[in-house]
């Protein structure tokens, strides 16, 4: 961070020299023009050498200086931005990654892309369009005002009142017009990328159900909420600015007469009256930008009170010890009277509940629908907290391993599983990049789908799609399940694995798990009684306890 601290500082230095060297150019212009006006330029050359070429001089000087600066203020800042919204990506998908599941729960796929995408976007943009605005603004209206003040005092002083109007009061009430109605523009956007991440993701479906017509004006009413809202924003923009230019013109009006009141007193000379002019016009550009700006802030403060709460929510309290934290072989589970539930339901899952799984123990777990099988995996990984109890893992409390780390001890093929838009190879290969083409041979085998790939043309290179939308519901499940077995790790939950297998391919694949992985403890969640011969021990979980069949 702190070599963006000091790139974002270099940024703002350089908007204020742009700002500043605008000044410069309108100011001494404005002397020059009406100096060589007023006396002829050959005169005032040959009498006025010396203070002819001076101001020449500055005007090429803030010339050059404007144009360099904005150009390097530009490089400077937008690289600043960048630089900005990657750590502050980074630093987000830190904090939302330990929380998964249960610290998005109450949250949807589309919202937290909108949010990881355009909430840090926003907030990084904090810098270039608010952050440096104002701060230029603040700046650079001392030095105004300062200059201003050193020809004609009451000019500086009519200027500072102005420029606290038109840059404080216009900007704030700007805010409080705005606020509420880009808060709820924020819930209409993200209600809106949800609905629209969900829609695309579930087309088939809506279609089929011929609901896909309201979910469409849905996203379309929000569309036009949206750019009501826009339309209603430029409106209070373009106001605030029109505002702004108002002011600036009365401002221009009054010092114009106090000038000419000063120049009637002598205390200033003809040249210096369009000087003073054109400098209170070129103070003004820079207040201009303040009621976009303050929509800038609104936003970006509104996006970075939705990150601190989508990363606020912590899980598992690990501390940095607990990153080394390693379970010890042998890897065996013991569950001491857990229980659980899920925060906000009523429905008990386990009531201090016991159970001991030994490692290379090939066990089934039943039990009617709902009853918490799959919660099992939850629990395990230290996704939600549990009530009472502990559960351990070769000998250490799963609350103290973290996630990456238990995960290389247990692998796990849950019911909706992931596959990736690639080829059979490819996914398999993402899984464990060492596997060689021997051992994804094997590993078709034993999951039954050898003789599948050997019938496709391009075998093991075919592209299976999105989420596998090319194979079977069975051939996917198999596939994943190969993913599993080449993690090659002590313990395999398989979350009904048979699920969609005819019997005969269902036996052969439970067969040569069982025979190929003696070493391995294999937990086979399940409503298939067909394979429960096959287990070491079926154990049924009723009413939050665990019952020996
Ligand atoms: N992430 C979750 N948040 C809240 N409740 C959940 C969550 N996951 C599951 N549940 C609830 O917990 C209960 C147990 O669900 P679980 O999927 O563990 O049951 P199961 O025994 O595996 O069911 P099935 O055999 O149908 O797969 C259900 O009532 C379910 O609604």
């Given at each position: 961070m702190k070599p963006i601290k000091w790139h974002l500082a270099l940024g703002m230095l350089l908007s204020c020299v742009a700002a500043?060297?605008?000044?410069?150019?309108?100011?001494?212009?404005?002397?020059?023009?009406?100096?060589a006006a007023v006396a002829g330029l050959a005169a005032l050359a040959v009498s006025q050498a010396f203070n002819?070429?001076?101001?020449?001089?500055?005007?090429?000087?803030?010339?050059?200086?404007?144009?360099?600066?904005?150009?390097?203020?530009?490089?400077?800042t937008h690289d600043g931005a960048f630089r900005l919204t990657s750590s502050l990506r980074t630093a987000v998908?830190?904090?939302?990654?330990?929380?998964?599941?249960?610290?998005?729960?109450?949250?949807?796929?589309?919202?937290?892309?909108?949010?990881?995408?355009?909430?840090?976007?926003?907030?990084?943009?904090?810098?270039?369009?608010?952050?440096?605005?104002?701060?230029?603004?603040?700046?650079?209206?001392i030095v105004f005002i300062g200059l201003i003040s050193c020809f004609l005092p009451i000019a500086g002083m009519t200027l500072g009142a102005a420029l606290i109007i038109a840059g404080a009061i216009v900007p704030i009430v700007t805010y409080w017009m705005s606020y509420r109605l880009i808060k709820q523009m924020r819930f209409v956007k993200s209600r809106m990328q949800g609905n629209l991440a969900e829609t695309l993701q579930n087309l088939g479906e809506l279609l089929i159900l011929t609901i896909a017509d309201s979910s469409v004006n849905n996203i379309k009413q929000d569309q036009l909420y949206l750019d009501q809202g826009k339309l209603k924003l430029d409106i209070i923009e373009s106001t605030a600015r029109s505002l702004i230019t108002v002011i600036m013109m009365i401002v221009v009006l009054l010092v114009l007469f106090q000038s000419i009141s000063a120049y009637r007193a002598h205390l200033l000379s003809a040249a210096e009256?369009?000087?003073?002019?054109?400098?209170?016009?070129a103070a003004f550009d820079v207040i201009?930008?303040?009621?976009?700006?303050?929509?800038?802030?609104?936003?970006?403060?509104?996006?970075?009170?939705?990150?601190?709460?989508?990363?606020?929510?912590?899980?598992?309290?690990?501390?940095?010890?607990?990153?080394f934290?390693?379970?010890?072989?042998?890897?065996?589970?013991?569950?001491?009277?857990?229980?659980?539930?899920y925060p906000q339901q009523p429905s008990i899952i386990l009531d201090h509940a016991s159970l001991t799984i030994k490692q290379g123990e090939h066990v089934a777990i039943v039990g009617a629908s709902g009853m918490g099988k799959s919660s099992l995996i939850n629990m395990l990984f230290s996704f939600y907290p549990l009530q009472t109890g502990s559960i351990f893992l070769g000998g250490v409390d799963v609350k103290k391993i973290t996630c990456d780390k238990l995960s290389s001890f247990v692998s796990v093929v849950s019911q909706d599983f992931h596959l990736f838009s690639g080829t059979i190879k490819e996914n398999l290969k993402l899984i464990n990049p060492e596997v060689t083409d021997k051992?994804?041979?094997?590993?078709l085998k034993i999951v039954q789908l050898d003789q599948f790939v050997k019938e496709l043309l391009e075998g093991i290179h075919t592209f299976i799609g999105n989420e596998g939308v090319r194979l079977s519901g069975g051939q996917a499940r198999r596939l994943a399940i190969a993913q599993g077995l080449l993690r090659k790790t002590p313990w395999l939950i398989l979350d009904e694995p048979t699920d969609g297998l005819d019997s005969q391919t269902e036996q052969a694949l439970m067969q040569q798990l069982m025979t190929h992985y003696t070493d391995q403890t294999i937990v086979v969640i399940t409503h298939k009684s067909e394979i429960l011969p096959l287990m070491d021990r079926v154990i049924l979980l009723q009413d939050g306890c665990f019952h020996a069949v």
């Open positions: 500043l060297s605008n000044f410069g150019l309108l100011f001494v212009s404005g002397w020059l023009i009406t100096s002819i070429m001076l101001p020449a001089a500055g005007v090429r000087f803030f010339a050059m200086a404007r144009i360099l600066s904005r150009y390097l203020e530009r490089i400077i998908y830190a904090l939302l990654i330990p929380q998964t599941p249960s610290g998005l729960m109450d949250k949807r796929g589309g919202d937290i892309l909108g949010q990881f995408v355009s909430d840090t976007e926003t907030v990084s943009a904090y810098y270039t369009d608010a952050a440096i605005p104002f701060g230029r603004a603040l700046c650079c209206s009256i369009p000087m003073l002019v054109l400098g209170i016009m201009l930008p303040l009621p976009a700006a303050t929509h800038a802030k609104i936003k970006a403060d509104i996006a970075e009170q939705q990150l601190q709460a989508s990363c606020n929510h912590t899980v598992a309290d690990q501390t940095e010890e607990d990153l934290v390693s379970p010890n072989a042998p890897y065996d589970l013991v569950m001491k009277q857990v229980s659980f539930s051992e994804i041979k094997d590993v």
